[in-house]
Structures are given as C-alpha cells and as structure tokens.
C-alpha cells in the first residue's frame, strides 16, 4: 500500500471553508479514480498546517493517478488560500487500528530519518517494541507508519479518541517517542498535533 501527503499551509479563516470542499468535492473525485482507497485530513488550527493523505492499492496507481490529481490538490489548496502545497510519496509500512476513530479524534505525528539501508530495521523496532507501547495509552485508537527509501525518511502518526485523551498521554507519548527513536537510530525532524478533520481510509490492517 502507498500513500501521497499534501501539506498547506491554510489562513485559519480559510480551514472550515477548506475541509468542507475536502469532504464534499475532493473525497468523491479520488473515489472515482482507481486504485484510491480513501482520504485522511489532519488539521492544526492554531497554526493553520493542513495535511490531506491519499492512500492508494500500488505504486503504480498512485503514480499512474498524478496527472488526474493535480488540478484536484490545486482547487483545495485554493480553498485552503494556500498558494503553496508540499506534495510527498510514501509506502504504507505498519498500520493497525485498536477501533475505528470517532469525531473529535485528534493525531500525534512524528518525523524522522534514518540512513535508508537502515530502514527495515527502525520499521521493525516500530512494529516490535512501539506499537505494542502505544496500544498500551489511554485513549489509543490507531497507529500508522510511513517510509520513504529512497531518502530514509519517515512520519509515524498515533490517533486518540479525543484531544483529552492526547493530551493525558502527552508526557508518556514524548518518554516513548524518545526511546523508540533512541533504540531505531533515527533522528527525529519534527512533531505536530493536529485535529482528524476526515478519516476515510481504507487500508487494510498492516503489522
């Protein structure tokens, strides 16, 4: 499975505008594209950052849907009165679910880098000794992992029921992030957390 994440930067008078096209017009188009298997939208509304997740059967259909995809991430970003969008591709690595999210969920996200010959390694660190941690948390609904070999980059994302539920597992997530990086060698390059504005995915379970 794989996956193709683009980050905004949205004026926060803009988000509510934006999500709604996202669900109203941009989830239906991926929908008719194929090889799409569902959109997710993570949104900071104190910063405005904005990242919407299409997940997709094979490389091959991602990339073969490039063409169709452009004007669609165009529109949003317009929507979202960005004029710039990060565009980056990925292979879906871990995902597993604890239960499906609820409305008011909220994501913890992690990135980091690796040498990429190192990257099977820190993946099976993820699936062997973190996730195991994370479903321990109060609160944990889901968990993905996300790499890119090539470069060795990665961003673990961790879903809670509720912003209380993240917030009540701040100091424990930061002690786990921390030791889970330690021990797989890589180096983290940025955290953020965001509200689960659509969780449409439908990605099979991955561990």
Known sequence: MFARSTTVQAHLSSLDAGIAHMREEVMPELEG????????????RRTGRCIATSAWESREAMRDSATRVSPIR????Q???SSDAEVQEWEIAVL???????QGACV????????PDHLDSATQVYKSATLPAMEE?????????MIDRAT?????????DSTEAMERNRQRATALRGESTRQAGVEVTDIGE???AIAHLHVPELV
């Open 33 to 44: 594209i194929p090889g799409c298997i569902g959109l997710s939208l993570l949104v900071d």
């Open 74 to 77: 165009d529109r949003a970003a």
């Open 79 to 81: 929507m979202f009165s």
């Open 96 to 102: 597993h679910r604890d239960h499906r999210s609820r």
């Open 108 to 115: 913890g996200a992690t990135w980091g880098r690796t040498a």
């Open 137 to 145: 948390l109060d609160g944990f609904c889901s968990a993905s992992l």
């Open 152 to 160: 060795g980059h990665g961003v673990s994302c961790a879903t809670y």
């Open 194 to 196: 965001f509200e689960l």
